[in-house]
């Protein structure tokens, strides 16, 4: 699925976690909203979630994200293969156009319509049609750099925002210390 919206990325590194994206709401060529906040904090803040893709599909799959971890509380992979599960198999979640994106102290997931549930394997992963660009990006300033990880999803977020015409600078940035 291409999404050709947004800008969601994260890194772990140094002890925490960091999640961020961008804020700029586009339909075909055109702005409606800079400053959408396109990161929310779940299970009492233990979780943070991202979306790309069409609103109201990601808010959809949002809830229902939800309603997984409260089913499966502390068990952030168990919740998002459930969800994953549903997503492939429900004839009506599988027409949405949306990716999520969540992490908790110790695990970083991406979830996509396919029945996708994709952890990296450098704690570095971005999503949106600005992605490929933060990802390069943060994978640089995590080699070259003593930035913090918040630090480097925001730098990162700002080069995808210099790139691509999807993305803008009007970054939300989260965190989680990360389980030691």
């Avoid at 599909?57 to 599960?85: H, I, M, Y």
């Avoid at 971005?126 to 630090?151: K, Q």
């Amino acid at each position: 699925m291409k999404i050709r919206a947004t800008t969601i990325l994260t890194v772990r590194c140094g002890g925490t976690v960091a999640l961020g994206g961008d804020g700029q709401v586009s339909l075909n060529q055109s702005i409606m909203k800079a400053d959408a906040v396109k990161i929310r904090p779940l299970a009492g803040g233990k979780v943070l979630c991202g979306f790309a893709g069409a609103s109201a599909d990601a808010f959809a799959l949002l809830e229902r994200f939800e309603s997984q971890l409260k089913d499966f509380p502390a068990n952030l992979p168990r919740a998002a293969t459930e969800l994953a599960k549903q997503w492939r198999m429900d004839r009506a979640l599988r027409r949405l156009e949306a990716l999520l994106m969540v992490v908790d102290s110790s695990h970083t997931l991406l979830l996509g319509g396919t029945g996708d549930v994709i952890q990296p394997s450098d704690g570095v992963m971005g999503i949106g049609s600005g992605g490929n660009y933060a990802v390069a990006a943060a994978r640089a300033l995590v080699a070259h750099s003593d930035l913090t990880a918040p630090e480097i999803v925001r730098r990162s977020l700002q080069i995808a925002a210099g790139i691509d015409v999807y993305t803008n600078d009007q970054i939300v940035v989260e965190e989680l210390e990360c389980q030691s």
